[in-house]
């Protein structure tokens, strides 16, 4: 049960991701006799969970939330805070761009600092904490750019990063003596080493991957999945849901106007029955075999071509004939008996 | 004191945890919330998130492809 800060005590919120830097950071200021709460954003592209908890070959490996777990190790309170719909303003519209994929990392790290000044001030807490390293990360954490981070932030002297503070010029909670600056580190450059060392000094174990990515937009493939959402869409919008189907299944786009959707098992076919009324859907009734839905708007003729790929994918791939029953979202039924589609006739440049 | 269902079906880690968060804002001490998940990483994240606020969970269990974790807001 966490602690509940004394009036004498200093109050910071620090931004908790789940990986090692933030429980660091966080660690430090508890050290130091600061109280300490978490805050963790969620924009929809976290990594945390999501396709662990859907591909059913994930189920033996333990499920956890790492910010959560980060808290508990720390004793401190975590905030969960959805910010999906503001976010999007982030992602569509980077005033600094993108990294190697659709990761706007400068824009979203100032844009979650400035979220956590808001709830600093909102719950009378006094500065903000990061596990921030120059130099650690090529976009957001630059030498160069620390400071843009504070500055468009908003946070000025009232973000401190306790891994590399010594590296900086001393923030507010330092020159007024809330905390010891002496005391806090001067990380820099890409070495985990040192926050290996310091998590080995403060008996932390079985903690998340150092360096782990923590968000799907650094990832080539999911970027290129939503880059082809856009285009299809004509307009760089998205919902929760159009991000989330992002990471299941194998995605074809055979035509512009419709993608398939198609899951890779049953893990996954579980997850796509929850969008079995908001989509045209594709199942195999004759054999084995996956859901499939369809996101656009495909003929009639286009779905009987997506059935025969959709055929591809199930047991009865080598049948002459496999009976497929077709749901458009309006709730009209067809069955189809379609011939599977040849793995040679399957273009490479439909997979997205 | 009141019991409370929250359906946080076809949601995904941590939208479960973030929903019983913002439900439990909203109850007073005593109250008990059955939550509703088809997420199996809810089983081990909404314990977590009600240990670290001081919440019990009264019981858990998974039917039918569903995990139902029963809450006592503290």
Same mark, same amino acid.
């Given at each position: 049960m966490p602690q509940q800060p004394k009036p004498e005590q200093k109050k910071a919120v620090a931004l908790i991701s789940g990986g090692l830097d933030s429980l660091l950071a966080a660690k430090i200021m508890l050290e130091q006799g600061i109280h300490v709460e978490g805050i963790n954003f969620y924009t $929809? /592209? *976290?990594? @945390?969970g999501h396709t662990h908890a859907i591909r059913k070959k994930d189920k033996d490996k333990p499920k956890r939330n790492n910010a959560l777990w980060s808290a508990e190790q720390l004793g401190i309170k975590l905030h969960i805070i959805d910010i999906i719909d503001e976010y999007k303003d982030v992602l569509i519209n980077p005033k600094h761009g993108y990294g190697? +994929?659709? +990761?706007p990392c400068l824009d979203c790290k100032i844009f979650m600092v400035s979220k956590a000044k808001q709830w600093m001030e909102e719950n009378d807490f006094d500065f903000i904490i990061t596990g921030e390293v120059m130099?650690? &990360?090529?976009? =957001?954490?630059r030498k160069d750019l620390l400071p843009v981070v504070v500055r468009e932030s908003g946070a000025d002297d009232l973000l401190? &990063?306790?891994? *590399?503070?010594? +590296?900086?010029a001393a923030t507010l909670p330092e020159r007024e003596g809330w905390?010891? &600056? @002496? @005391?806090l580190k001067d990380f820099s450059g890409r070495n985990r080493k040192p926050q290996m060392a310091l998590a080995a000094e403060y008996n /932390? @174990?079985?903690?998340?991957?150092?360096? $782990? $990515? #923590? #968000? /799907?937009?650094?990832d080539k493939n999911y970027s290129d999945k939503l880059v082809d959402l856009w285009k299809a869409r004509n307009s760089k919008d998205y919902e929760l849901d159009d991000i989330m189907l992002l990471k299941v299944g194998r995605h074809l786009r055979p035509q512009p106007n419709y993608k398939l959707i198609v899951s890779r098992e049953d893990g996954e076919n579980k997850f796509l029955q929850g969008y079995k009324k908001q989509f045209t859907t594709i199942e195999i009734k004759s054999h084995n075999g996956p859901l499939s839905l369809v996101d656009g708007e495909p003929s009639d003729d286009d779905l009987k071509f997506a059935s025969r790929i959709a055929a591809r994918f =199930?047991? $009865? &791939?080598?049948?002459?004939n496999v009976t497929v029953k077709v749901t458009r979202d309006t709730g009209e039924e067809a069955l189809y008996d379609v011939q599977p589609m040849p793995a040679s006739e399957i273009q490479k440049e439909w997979y997205v | 004191m009141s019991h409370f269902t929250l359906d946080a079906r076809r949601t995904l880690c941590p939208m479960p945890v973030i929903k019983t968060q913002n439900k439990i804002a909203e109850l007073e001490p005593g109250d008990t919330l059955e939550v509703t998940c088809t997420d199996p990483g809810a089983l081990n994240d909404i314990p977590a998130w009600c240990r670290i606020n001081g919440h019990t969970i009264t019981s858990s269990r998974e039917q039918d492809d569903e995990v139902i974790i029963v809450i006592q807001v503290n």
């Open positions: $929809g /592209f *976290c990594v @945390e190697a +994929n659709m +990761n130099g650690q &990360r090529p976009m =957001s954490q401190l &990063r306790p891994l *590399c503070a010594k +590296n900086l905390v010891n &600056r @002496e @005391e /932390f @174990e079985d903690y998340a991957t150092p360096a $782990g $990515g #923590c #968000c /799907f937009l650094t =199930s047991q $009865g &791939r080598d049948a002459k | -």
